[in-house]
């Protein structure tokens, strides 16, 4: 008989295997939206997924703008796809902190006046296999949802106004999913409060993250019902899902001509620096779902969660 992990292992590669196939066909002049000039800005992007979608985005003829905190290293990581010939600049960014961010505005302002497409990649995870320590937790929650957050509040008006609109991709992950087989998130008071998007704000995703960092200060986060694996990194996960269906929400007001649409992807488990390369797939493969939703051709499609091509539920 064969067991439910093989079955989703043989889902998955089945999958995959589709994906690799759709990855072949060109898209068409009229799906292209983007041209040489469209902009496209990746975070964390000196290794890992974020590298890979620079090279994906540039291989389908966008500018981008490989970032990254240590400019040494970001560097010499631009430097190979420059060498490959793509149409790559770099400047560093670190998310945590606000005169890099500002640095990096005025810099894009002087330099290309507007981007079309922010990737927010930047990420931190300090547990792997079976660890759960929470004792880096404010690091985590800070980069990957506050970083995150703040990067976006200084990017958006730097978003250029298009008919095609402007694109925000979050990278997250399916261990921030509030419902479904895999989720292990028993406070159902979070859980009722994250899901209810007409009334969710971003003062109740702030205000659910301070709660679980109160917790952990008091260690009283184990019985908080929180997810029970990668706990800090779930809950930063779970915030920034839910952010983005608050941007998503906020931005759809913005009059045609001058939309902005923004959704989350999980990448999958991938073999990375963050999982001690022991995922199941390739950082090109955990790239993919990230690089089709930036150059989705009819995005009237905002505020959802992806993988592997296919919306998921939060
Ligand atoms: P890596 O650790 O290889 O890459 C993370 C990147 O984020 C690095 O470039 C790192 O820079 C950068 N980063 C961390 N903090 C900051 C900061 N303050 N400012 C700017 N950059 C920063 O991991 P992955 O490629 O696997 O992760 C990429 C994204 O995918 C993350 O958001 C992660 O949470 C998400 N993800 C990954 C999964 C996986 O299985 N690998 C699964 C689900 C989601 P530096 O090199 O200097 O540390």
Request: net charge neutral; proline share 2%.
């Given at each position: 008989m064969v067991?439910?992990?093989e079955?989703s292992k043989?889902k998955?590669d089945k999958?995959?295997?589709?994906?690799?196939?759709?990855?072949?066909i060109?898209?068409?002049d009229h799906?292209r939206?983007?041209?040489?000039?469209?902009?496209?800005?990746?975070t964390?992007?000196n290794?890992?997924?974020?590298?890979?979608m620079?090279r994906?985005?540039a291989?389908h003829?966008?500018t981008?703008?490989?970032?990254?905190r240590?400019?040494?290293?970001?560097?010499?990581a631009?430097?190979?796809?420059?060498e490959?010939g793509?149409n790559?600049?770099?400047h560093?960014?670190?998310i945590?902190?606000s005169?890099?961010?500002?640095d990096?505005?005025k810099w894009?302002?002087?330099?290309?006046g507007?981007?079309?497409?922010l990737?927010?990649?930047?990420?931190?995870n300090?547990?792997?296999?079976?660890n759960n320590?929470?004792?880096f937790?404010?690091?985590v929650?800070?980069?990957?949802?506050?970083g995150t957050k703040n990067?976006?509040?200084?990017?958006?008006?730097?978003?250029?106004?298009?008919?095609?609109?402007?694109?925000?991709?979050n990278?997250?992950s399916r261990?921030?999913?509030?419902?479904g087989?895999?989720?292990?998130?028993e406070n159902?008071?979070?859980r009722?409060?994250?899901?209810?998007?007409?009334?969710?704000?971003?003062?109740?995703v702030d205000k659910t993250?301070?709660?679980?960092?109160?917790?952990?200060?008091?260690?009283?986060w184990?019985?908080?019902g929180w997810?029970?694996?990668f706990?800090?990194?779930?809950?930063?996960?779970?915030a920034v899902?839910?952010y983005?269906r608050v941007?998503?929400k906020?931005l759809?007001?913005r009059?045609e001509?001058?939309k902005i649409?923004?959704?989350c992807?999980c990448?999958g488990?991938?073999k990375?620096?963050?999982?001690?390369y022991?995922g199941?797939?390739?950082?090109?493969d955990?790239a993919d779902?990230?690089?089709?939703?930036a150059?989705?051709?009819?995005?009237a499609?905002t505020?959802?969660f992806?993988a592997?091509?296919r919306?998921?539920?939060?």
């Amino acid at each position: 008989m064969v067991g439910s992990k093989e079955k989703s292992k043989e889902k998955r590669d089945k999958r995959l295997q589709e994906i690799s196939l759709l990855r072949t066909i060109p898209y068409s002049d009229h799906q292209r939206w983007w041209t040489s000039e469209t902009v496209a800005v990746v975070t964390g992007a000196n290794r890992g997924i974020g590298f890979e979608m620079v090279r994906q985005l540039a291989g389908h003829g966008l500018t981008v703008i490989l970032t990254s905190r240590d400019e040494n290293v970001g560097v010499e990581a631009a430097k190979i796809l420059q060498e490959g010939g793509f149409n790559v600049d770099f400047h560093r960014l670190d998310i945590l902190d606000s005169c890099s961010i500002q640095d990096f505005c005025k810099w894009i302002k002087e330099k290309y006046g507007f981007i079309d497409v922010l990737i927010n990649n930047a990420g931190v995870n300090y547990n792997i296999g079976t660890n759960n320590s929470v004792e880096f937790s404010h690091m985590v929650i800070s980069t990957n949802y506050y970083g995150t957050k703040n990067i976006i509040n200084a990017m958006v008006p730097l978003m250029r106004h298009a008919s095609s609109g402007a694109r925000i991709v979050n990278v997250t992950s399916r261990l921030g999913r509030l419902k479904g087989r895999h989720s292990k998130l028993e406070n159902e008071a979070v859980r009722a409060k994250l899901m209810d998007v007409e009334s969710l704000t971003e003062e109740t995703v702030d205000k659910t993250v301070s709660e679980f960092l109160i917790q952990v200060e008091e260690g009283t986060w184990e019985s908080g019902g929180w997810p029970h694996s990668f706990t800090d990194y779930s809950v930063s996960k779970m915030a920034v899902n839910a952010y983005t269906r608050v941007l998503a929400k906020e931005l759809s007001e913005r009059a045609e001509g001058k939309k902005i649409y923004a959704n989350c992807f999980c990448p999958g488990w991938v073999k990375t620096a963050m999982t001690g390369y022991a995922g199941n797939i390739s950082a090109e493969d955990g790239a993919d779902t990230g690089v089709w939703l930036a150059l989705l051709p009819d995005q009237a499609i905002t505020g959802k969660f992806f993988a592997e091509r296919r919306e998921i539920n939060f």
